[in-house]
Nanobody, 119 residues
């Protein structure tokens, strides 16, 4: 099993930036890709960005050009640099391992980290 611990959220004004980190532990050898998801109040959890061990990345349309995902495979850590934040980016952000083609997560969810963007 794989566990994740997210950090780096906070309160920021619209147009500001935040950087999130996620450390994976446990059976990390099973991970070929990791991703950041988010869940806003009253909405379903959605995939924001993902990265494969080989470095390929993909982004949801609503964050393209603003967010950047990166990873340190040696540390089993994935990062999310968020720039030009908008109030609609307000959500709890989670990371997880996922199937690259489906985007479906398969690890245990951590507590997430709250990101709040004020207008």
């Amino acid at each position: 099993q794989v566990q994740f611990v997210e950090s780096g959220g906070g309160l920021v004004q619209a147009g500001g930036s935040l950087s999130l980190s996620c450390a994976a532990s446990g059976s990390t050898f099973s991970i070929n890709a990791m991703g950041w998801y988010r869940q806003a109040p009253g909405k379903q959890r959605e995939l924001v960005a993902a990265i494969r061990r080989v470095g390929s990345t993909k982004y949801a349309d609503f964050v393209k050009g603003r967010f950047t995902i990166s990873s340190d495979n040696a540390k089993n850590t994935v990062y999310l640099q968020m720039n030009n934040l908008k109030p609609e980016d307000t959500a709890v952000y989670y990371c997880n391992a996922l199937g690259w083609t489906t985007g479906s997560p398969f690890g245990s969810w951590g507590q997430g980290t709250q990101v709040t963007v004020s207008s």
